[in-house]
C-alpha cells in the first residue's frame, strides 16, 4: 500500500474494518460446492443483501432451484446515457478438508493479520470488497458516473447453471445496459523475481470442451481373436490425444503479455520475427512464464477411463473422458484435430462446452484498471494474461458483456496465490485486503 499521505484515497476506516470482517464471515457461512446441486448459497446471499439494503441499495434474490441463491442490485450512475457495469462474484468455494489444515477451513479466523479460510482469495475476499466499497459510498452519498450492477452468483464452481447461466438466460434485464464486466482472477500481485512485482489483469479466457469418446467394438471372449476390441481402439486414441503437441496459437492477449513481461525483463520480443521461437523466450522469463505457458495453444488431457468387468471379457463398449481447453479462436481447430486423433474407430462428443474469451487490452476500460493498480503499487506493473481455465464472464458474455478479471490485491512475497486458489491453508492477508479496497474504490469511482 502506498505509504504517502494523499495516495490513499477517500476509503474510510469503517471500510477497511469492514472488509476484513465481511471477508471472515462469509468464510464461515460454509457454501461448499461438492457438484451435482450440492450445495446452499442462501445464507451467504442473504448476508451479502443484507449489507446492500443498509446502503439504500434494493438487491434481488434470484433462484432457479431452492438455496441455490443470486442476488443482483443495481447502483444508478450520475450519467444515464453511460454504459453500465457490471461488478461480479461468486458465493460458492470448493470442498475443504479440515484434517489437511493449519486453521479450520470454515473458521475465517483473523491471526497475525491474516484472514484464514476457504474462499479468502476465491473470492469471498472480492464480495467482501465490493461490499465495502458500495458501502462506504452510500456513507457519503458518492454516486458512480455509470450505473454499477452487483452480481452475487451460485455455483460458480460447478456447472454455474444454477448461478451465473440461470441469470444471463432468466434474468438478462437485471442486466441491461451492461457492456463490461470485472470479477475474479486478476490484479493480484506476482513476484516474479529479482523483486519485479507484476500484476496480471486477466483479458480473456481460455473456452473448456470437455470430451466423451466412446469406442464400440464386438464383445466376445478374452482367448479369441478380436480385430474390433473396443479398448484397444479407445486406449490408441486415448493415447495420441495425450501425447499430441498442439501448435502455438499466440491470441492479441497473449501476444501483448508476452511482449510487456519481456520488456519487463529487459527483452525486447518481435514475435513477428521469422523463426521466433516462443518457448526459448518462456525459458528467459523465470517464473513469470507461467503467466503464459498454458494458454500459448490448446490443451488436451485425458483424465477418466472405463471399460470392462472380467479379466478374460471383451466389452462391446469402451469410453474416456479428455479435458480439453481452447484458445480464444482455437475452436475449429480443436474439433478439427481431435476428429483427426480420434480416428474412425472412435467417436467423440462434448460433454460440456464453454466458449473462449478475449476482451481488449487497448480499452478505456483496461487502461483505468491499470491506473488504479498503478495508482496503489507504484512499482508495480500491471500486465494482461489469458487465464488457462473459465469464470462466470463466460456466462455473461452472452448477453454481451466483455469481462475482465479484476480482484485486486496486494501480496508479500511468498504468498502464491495461485498455489493458494482451491489450495489448502487459502487465506488473505488483511493489508491485501485494504489495498483492494483502495483499488477497487479508486476504479469504480472512475469507471
Ligand atoms: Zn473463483
Not at 34 to 59: F, I, V
Not at 74 to 90: K, M, Q
Not at 236 to 259: F, K, L, Q
Amino acid at each position: 500500500m502506498a505509504d504517502a499521505p494523499g495516495l490513499l484515497g477517500p476509503v474510510d476506516q469503517q471500510a477497511l474494518d469492514e472488509v476484513v470482517t465481511f471477508t471472515s464471515e462469509l468464510i464461515r457461512i460454509d457454501t461448499t460446492n461438492r457438484g451435482g446441486g450440492d450445495c446452499r448459497e442462501r445464507p451467504a446471499a442473504e448476508y451479502a443483501a443484507e449489507r446492500l439494503a443498509a446502503a439504500g441499495l434494493e438487491p434481488t434474490l434470484l433462484e432457479r432451484t431452492p438455496g441455490r441463491t443470486n442476488v443482483v442490485a443495481r447502483i444508478p450512475g450520475t450519467d444515464p446515457s453511460a454504459e453500465a457495469l457490471l461488478v461480479h462474484g461468486h458465493l460458492d468455494v470448493v470442498p475443504a478438508e479440515a484434517a489437511d489444515w493449519t486453521v479450520h477451513p470454515f473458521s475465517g479466523e483473523v491471526r497475525d493479520g491474516v484472514v484464514w479460510g476457504r474462499g479468502a482469495v476465491d473470492m469471498k475476499n472480492m464480495d467482501a470488497m465490493i461490499l465495502a466499497v458500495v458501502r462506504g459510498w452510500a456513507r457519503t452519498g458518492f454516486r458512480p458516473r455509470r450505473d454499477i450492477v452487483i452480481a452475487f452468483t451460485a455455483d460458480e464452481e460447478d456447472s454455474a447453471e444454477d448461478g451465473s447461466g440461470f441469470l444471463a438466460d432468466r434474468h438478462a434485464e437485471l442486466f441491461a445496459g451492461c457492456t463490461e464486466g470485472i470479477s475474479e482472477s486478476g490484479a493480484f500481485t506476482f513476484h516474479a523475481g529479482h523483486g519485479l512485482s507484476l500484476y496480471p489483469i486477466a483479458a480473456g479466457e481460455r473456452g473448456t470442451g470437455w470430451l466423451k469418446l466412446t469406442a464400440e467394438g464386438r464383445a466376445g471372449h478374452g482367448s479369441k481373436v478380436n480385430r474390433a476390441n473396443a479398448v484397444s481402439a479407445l486406449a490408441a486414441a486415448v493415447a495420441r490425444i495425450g501425447a499430441y503437441e498442439w501448435p502455438i496459437r499466440i491470441t492479441p492477449t497473449v501476444r501483448a503479455a508476452i511482449t510487456e513481461i519481456a520488456a519487463l525483463h529487459g527483452i525486447t520480443a518481435d514475435l513477428d520475427e521469422p523463426g521466433f521461437d516462443v518457448a526459448q523466450l518462456l525459458a528467459k522469463l523465470g517464473p513469470a512464464a507461467a503467466l503464459v505457458e498454458n494458454t500459448i495453444r490448446n490443451s488436451s488431457n485425458p483424465t477418466m477411463l472405463d471399460a470392462g468387468y472380467k479379466v478374460n471379457v471383451i466389452p462391446g463398449h469402451a469410453t474416456a473422458f479428455v479435458d480439453g481447453r481452447m484458445v480464444p479462436g482455437g475452436e475449429d481447430e480443436f474439433r478439427e484435430t481431435l476428429d483427426r486423433l480420434t480416428g474412425p474407430e472412435v467417436s467423440w462428443e462434448y460433454h460440456h462446452r464453454e466458449v473462449a474469451l478475449q476482451a481488449p487490452v487497448d480499452a478505456p476500460t483496461y487502461a483505468k484498471l491499470r491506473a488504479a493498480v498503478e495508482r496503489f503499487d507504484p512499482d508495480g506493473h500491471t500486465v494482461p494474461y489469458c487465464m488457462s481455465g473459465g469464470t462466470d464472464a463466460k456466462q455473461f458474455s452472452r448477453l454481451g458483456i466483455t469481462g475482465y478479471g479484476f480482484s485486486p490485491l496486494k501480496l508479500p512475497v511468498g504468498f502464491d496465490y495461485q498455489a493458494l486458489f482451491h489450495g489448502v491453508d487459502e487465506r488473505v492477508p488483511v493489508d491485501a485486503l485494504h489495498f483492494g479496497v483502495r483499488v477497487l474504490d479508486h476504479y469504480l469511482r472512475t469507471a
